[in-house]
Protein backbone atom coordinates (compact mmCIF):
# COMPACT_ATOMS: atom_id res chain seq x y z
CA UNK A 1 0.00 0.00 0.00
CA UNK A 2 1.11 3.50 -1.12
CA UNK A 3 1.44 6.16 2.03
CA UNK A 4 2.04 10.02 1.88
CA UNK A 5 1.54 13.21 3.41
CA UNK A 6 -0.23 15.81 2.71
CA UNK A 7 2.20 18.69 1.91
CA UNK A 8 -1.08 21.14 3.87
CA UNK A 9 1.25 20.32 7.35
CA UNK A 10 4.21 21.52 5.33
CA UNK A 11 3.40 24.75 5.64
CA UNK A 12 5.67 26.08 8.48
CA UNK A 13 8.60 23.51 7.63
CA UNK A 14 8.87 24.44 3.80
CA UNK A 15 9.93 28.09 3.57
CA UNK A 16 13.20 27.79 2.40
CA UNK A 17 15.00 25.36 -0.19
CA UNK A 18 17.20 23.58 2.79
CA UNK A 19 14.22 23.22 4.98
CA UNK A 20 11.99 21.69 2.27
CA UNK A 21 14.57 19.10 1.43
CA UNK A 22 15.09 18.33 5.04
CA UNK A 23 11.70 17.85 5.37
CA UNK A 24 10.81 15.42 2.46
CA UNK A 25 14.05 13.62 3.65
CA UNK A 26 12.10 13.11 7.01
CA UNK A 27 9.47 12.30 5.33
CA UNK A 28 10.96 9.86 3.14
CA UNK A 29 13.37 8.30 6.55
CA UNK A 30 9.92 7.66 8.14
CA UNK A 31 8.72 5.02 5.62
CA UNK A 32 6.53 7.15 3.65
CA UNK A 33 6.46 6.59 -0.40
CA UNK A 34 4.99 9.33 -1.26
CA UNK A 35 2.93 13.44 -0.76
CA UNK A 36 0.37 14.77 -1.73
CA UNK A 37 0.85 18.55 -3.49
CA UNK A 38 -1.48 21.17 -3.42
CA UNK A 39 -1.32 23.76 -6.62
CA UNK A 40 -2.02 27.07 -4.14
CA UNK A 41 1.26 25.70 -2.40
CA UNK A 42 3.58 25.28 -5.37
CA UNK A 43 2.95 28.35 -6.72
CA UNK A 44 2.88 31.47 -5.04
CA UNK A 45 -0.44 31.94 -3.47
CA UNK A 46 -2.72 35.23 -3.72
CA UNK A 47 -3.12 36.91 -0.81
CA UNK A 48 -7.14 35.70 -0.44
CA UNK A 49 -6.15 32.26 -0.67
CA UNK A 50 -3.20 32.53 2.23
CA UNK A 51 -6.47 34.57 4.60
CA UNK A 52 -8.48 31.53 3.76
CA UNK A 53 -6.43 29.02 4.68
CA UNK A 54 -4.93 30.15 7.45
CA UNK A 55 -7.98 31.30 9.19
CA UNK A 56 -8.59 27.18 8.45
CA UNK A 57 -5.99 26.29 10.67
CA UNK A 58 -3.90 25.79 7.47
CA UNK A 59 -1.41 28.23 6.29
CA UNK A 60 0.23 28.03 2.89
CA UNK A 61 3.45 29.31 4.11
CA UNK A 62 6.56 30.49 1.63
CA UNK A 63 6.81 27.42 -0.25
CA UNK A 64 5.32 28.64 -3.14
CA UNK A 65 8.33 29.90 -4.43
CA UNK A 66 10.69 26.98 -4.45
CA UNK A 67 11.07 24.82 -7.60
CA UNK A 68 8.99 21.28 -6.62
CA UNK A 69 9.89 19.29 -9.50
CA UNK A 70 13.29 19.32 -8.45
CA UNK A 71 12.51 18.93 -4.55
CA UNK A 72 10.06 16.18 -5.88
CA UNK A 73 12.51 14.32 -8.20
CA UNK A 74 15.51 14.43 -5.40
CA UNK A 75 13.61 13.45 -2.29
CA UNK A 76 12.32 9.92 -3.90
CA UNK A 77 8.93 10.51 -3.01
CA UNK A 78 5.91 9.66 -5.35
CA UNK A 79 3.15 12.73 -5.81
CA UNK A 80 0.18 10.84 -5.52
CA UNK A 81 -1.95 13.34 -6.80
CA UNK A 82 -2.49 17.12 -7.67
CA UNK A 83 -5.05 19.08 -5.26
CA UNK A 84 -6.59 22.05 -7.12
CA UNK A 85 -9.84 24.19 -6.71
CA UNK A 86 -12.42 23.64 -9.41
CA UNK A 87 -12.91 27.19 -10.29
CA UNK A 88 -8.91 27.20 -11.52
CA UNK A 89 -9.86 24.13 -13.18
CA UNK A 90 -12.32 24.85 -15.04
CA UNK A 91 -10.73 28.24 -16.58
CA UNK A 92 -7.04 26.63 -17.23
CA UNK A 93 -7.56 22.66 -17.54
CA UNK A 94 -4.55 21.86 -20.24
CA UNK A 95 -2.73 23.87 -16.78
CA UNK A 96 -3.35 21.48 -14.61
CA UNK A 97 -3.34 18.85 -16.87
CA UNK A 98 0.01 19.24 -17.71
CA UNK A 99 1.11 19.83 -14.26
CA UNK A 100 -0.40 16.71 -13.10
CA UNK A 101 1.51 14.82 -16.14
CA UNK A 102 4.79 16.56 -15.03
CA UNK A 103 4.77 15.62 -11.22
CA UNK A 104 3.94 11.67 -12.55
CA UNK A 105 0.24 11.83 -11.16
CA UNK A 106 -3.10 10.83 -12.93
CA UNK A 107 -4.82 11.57 -10.29
CA UNK A 108 -6.71 15.62 -9.46
CA UNK A 109 -8.38 16.08 -6.53
CA UNK A 110 -11.01 18.88 -5.85
CA UNK A 111 -10.63 19.95 -2.53
CA UNK A 112 -14.00 20.88 -1.54
CA UNK A 113 -15.21 24.67 -2.33
CA UNK A 114 -14.75 28.12 -0.22
CA UNK A 115 -17.89 30.07 0.07
CA UNK A 116 -19.85 27.82 -0.84
CA UNK A 117 -23.11 27.42 0.45
CA UNK A 118 -23.46 23.22 0.74
CA UNK A 119 -26.86 23.44 2.32
CA UNK A 120 -28.49 24.63 -1.01
CA UNK A 121 -29.75 21.65 -2.26
CA UNK A 122 -29.27 23.66 -6.23
CA UNK A 123 -26.03 24.32 -5.63
CA UNK A 124 -25.29 20.84 -4.30
CA UNK A 125 -26.81 19.57 -7.79
CA UNK A 126 -24.87 22.16 -9.47
CA UNK A 127 -21.40 21.22 -8.23
CA UNK A 128 -22.57 17.64 -9.08
CA UNK A 129 -22.57 18.50 -12.91
CA UNK A 130 -19.58 20.60 -12.71
CA UNK A 131 -17.66 17.96 -11.28
CA UNK A 132 -18.96 15.65 -14.07
CA UNK A 133 -18.38 18.21 -16.92
CA UNK A 134 -14.46 18.37 -15.57
CA UNK A 135 -14.00 15.28 -14.68
CA UNK A 136 -15.34 14.08 -18.62
CA UNK A 137 -12.45 16.33 -19.57
CA UNK A 138 -9.81 14.81 -17.17
CA UNK A 139 -11.08 11.47 -18.03
CA UNK A 140 -10.59 11.95 -21.62
CA UNK A 141 -7.12 12.88 -21.04
CA UNK A 142 -6.09 10.09 -19.34
CA UNK A 143 -6.36 11.18 -15.48
CA UNK A 144 -9.02 11.35 -12.67
CA UNK A 145 -11.16 13.16 -11.01
CA UNK A 146 -11.54 13.02 -7.54
CA UNK A 147 -13.51 14.52 -4.71
CA UNK A 148 -12.02 15.09 -1.20
CA UNK A 149 -14.81 15.97 1.60
CA UNK A 150 -14.11 17.97 4.91
CA UNK A 151 -17.19 18.11 7.24
CA UNK A 152 -19.17 20.82 5.97
CA UNK A 153 -20.56 17.80 3.56
CA UNK A 154 -22.52 16.84 6.35
CA UNK A 155 -24.51 19.52 6.06
CA UNK A 156 -28.94 18.73 5.07
CA UNK A 157 -30.29 19.94 2.12
CA UNK A 158 -33.72 18.75 2.07
CA UNK A 159 -35.25 16.25 5.18
CA UNK A 160 -33.55 13.50 4.20
CA UNK A 161 -29.88 14.32 1.89
CA UNK A 162 -26.77 15.62 3.34
CA UNK A 163 -24.62 17.11 0.93
CA UNK A 164 -22.76 14.50 0.21
CA UNK A 165 -25.44 12.09 -0.55
CA UNK A 166 -26.31 14.56 -3.61
CA UNK A 167 -22.82 14.98 -4.29
CA UNK A 168 -22.33 10.74 -4.55
CA UNK A 169 -26.00 9.87 -6.27
CA UNK A 170 -25.85 12.79 -9.07
CA UNK A 171 -21.89 12.31 -9.82
CA UNK A 172 -20.87 9.46 -12.64
CA UNK A 173 -18.34 6.99 -11.73
CA UNK A 174 -16.98 7.25 -14.83
CA UNK A 175 -15.77 10.71 -14.13
CA UNK A 176 -16.25 11.32 -10.12
CA UNK A 177 -14.74 9.36 -7.70
CA UNK A 178 -13.38 9.85 -4.30
CA UNK A 179 -10.55 10.83 -1.60
CA UNK A 180 -12.53 10.40 1.89
CA UNK A 181 -11.33 11.96 4.85
CA UNK A 182 -12.38 9.84 7.39
CA UNK A 183 -11.31 12.68 10.26
CA UNK A 184 -13.19 14.91 9.34
CA UNK A 185 -16.42 13.28 8.97
CA UNK A 186 -15.69 11.70 12.50
CA UNK A 187 -15.68 15.54 13.51
CA UNK A 188 -18.87 16.66 12.05
CA UNK A 189 -20.75 13.27 14.14
CA UNK A 190 -21.16 11.15 11.70
CA UNK A 191 -19.93 7.40 11.28
CA UNK A 192 -17.19 7.26 8.89
CA UNK A 193 -17.13 3.94 8.34
CA UNK A 194 -20.81 3.74 7.23
CA UNK A 195 -20.04 6.42 4.69
CA UNK A 196 -16.26 4.69 3.46
CA UNK A 197 -19.32 1.61 2.52
CA UNK A 198 -21.65 3.81 0.80
CA UNK A 199 -18.49 4.64 -1.52
CA UNK A 200 -17.00 1.30 -1.91
CA UNK A 201 -14.78 0.99 -4.48
CA UNK A 202 -15.79 4.84 -5.42
CA UNK A 203 -13.61 5.62 -2.64
CA UNK A 204 -9.76 5.47 -4.18
CA UNK A 205 -7.72 7.21 -1.55
CA UNK A 206 -7.99 7.55 2.20
CA UNK A 207 -7.29 10.51 4.29
CA UNK A 208 -5.85 9.51 7.76
CA UNK A 209 -5.85 11.01 10.96
CA UNK A 210 -6.93 9.94 14.46
CA UNK A 211 -9.29 12.52 16.73
CA UNK A 212 -9.04 12.80 20.73
CA UNK A 213 -7.40 15.22 23.58
CA UNK A 214 -4.20 15.88 24.78
CA UNK A 215 -5.60 16.87 28.34
CA UNK A 216 -3.15 15.35 30.78
CA UNK A 217 -4.45 15.45 34.64
CA UNK A 218 -7.59 16.61 36.06
CA UNK A 219 -9.38 19.19 33.89
CA UNK A 220 -11.55 22.62 35.04
CA UNK A 221 -14.36 20.83 33.29
CA UNK A 222 -14.95 17.10 32.85
CA UNK A 223 -16.03 17.99 29.08
CA UNK A 224 -12.62 17.72 27.35
CA UNK A 225 -12.10 19.51 23.67
CA UNK A 226 -11.56 16.88 21.01
CA UNK A 227 -8.19 17.75 18.22
CA UNK A 228 -6.07 16.38 15.50
CA UNK A 229 -4.25 13.32 17.09
CA UNK A 230 -1.59 11.06 15.90
CA UNK A 231 -2.57 7.68 14.39
CA UNK A 232 -2.93 5.30 17.44
CA UNK A 233 -2.68 7.88 20.14
CA UNK A 234 -6.48 8.83 19.89
CA UNK A 235 -9.97 7.35 20.01
CA UNK A 236 -11.32 6.94 16.40
CA UNK A 237 -11.79 3.10 15.34
CA UNK A 238 -8.65 2.87 12.64
CA UNK A 239 -8.96 -0.45 12.63
CA UNK A 240 -12.51 -0.86 11.46
CA UNK A 241 -11.89 2.17 9.15
CA UNK A 242 -8.94 0.26 7.62
CA UNK A 243 -11.09 -2.68 7.30
CA UNK A 244 -13.43 -0.73 4.94
CA UNK A 245 -10.97 0.84 3.52
CA UNK A 246 -8.99 -2.47 1.99
CA UNK A 247 -12.86 -3.98 1.27
CA UNK A 248 -12.62 -0.73 -1.26
CA UNK A 249 -10.08 -1.20 -2.70
CA UNK A 250 -8.10 2.04 -1.83
CA UNK A 251 -4.86 2.90 -3.92
CA UNK A 252 -3.08 4.98 -1.15
CA UNK A 253 -3.41 6.24 2.51
CA UNK A 254 -2.44 9.74 3.06
CA UNK A 255 -1.88 11.49 6.61
CA UNK A 256 -3.65 15.02 6.91
CA UNK A 257 -3.57 17.10 10.00
CA UNK A 258 -3.43 20.70 10.27
CA UNK A 259 -2.77 21.55 13.97
CA UNK A 260 -2.10 19.96 17.37
CA UNK A 261 1.11 18.37 16.48
CA UNK A 262 3.08 16.65 19.58
CA UNK A 263 5.27 18.91 20.39
CA UNK A 264 3.28 21.46 17.80
CA UNK A 265 5.75 20.17 15.55
CA UNK A 266 4.50 18.74 11.91
CA UNK A 267 7.57 16.55 11.28
CA UNK A 268 7.67 15.52 14.77
CA UNK A 269 3.80 14.20 14.26
CA UNK A 270 4.15 12.86 10.90
CA UNK A 271 7.37 10.45 12.23
CA UNK A 272 4.17 9.07 15.35
CA UNK A 273 2.07 8.34 12.98
CA UNK A 274 4.40 6.73 10.33
CA UNK A 275 4.53 4.10 13.56
CA UNK A 276 0.87 3.09 12.77
CA UNK A 277 1.15 2.93 9.26
CA UNK A 278 4.10 0.73 9.53
CA UNK A 279 2.35 -1.63 11.41
CA UNK A 280 -0.96 -1.55 9.68
CA UNK A 281 0.34 -1.30 5.91
CA UNK A 282 4.11 -2.49 6.18
Given amino acids: MITGVQQI ?15 LRRIRAAGYDGIE ?36 RESGLTVISLHADLGSLENDMNAVIE ?14 MYRFDYSDEANVRELASRLNKAGKILRDSGLRL ?13 RTDCAYDI ?6 PEYVNFEFDSYWFTDGGANAQVWMK ?32 ELGTGNMDLA ?43
Fill in 99 to 112: EARIFGTDRIVITG
Fill in 198 to 229: KLGTRMKLWHINDRGSRVNGASMTPILKADSM
Fill in 37 to 72: LNRFMIHPASLMVRMLTRAAGMPTGSGGKLDWQKLI
Fill in 9 to 23: MLGSVCGTEDKAKET
Fill in 146 to 158: LYHNHNVELLKVN
Fill in 240 to 282: GLKKTADENGIEAVVLESHRNWADKDPLKSIEVSAAWLKENYG
Fill in 167 to 172: LIRETD
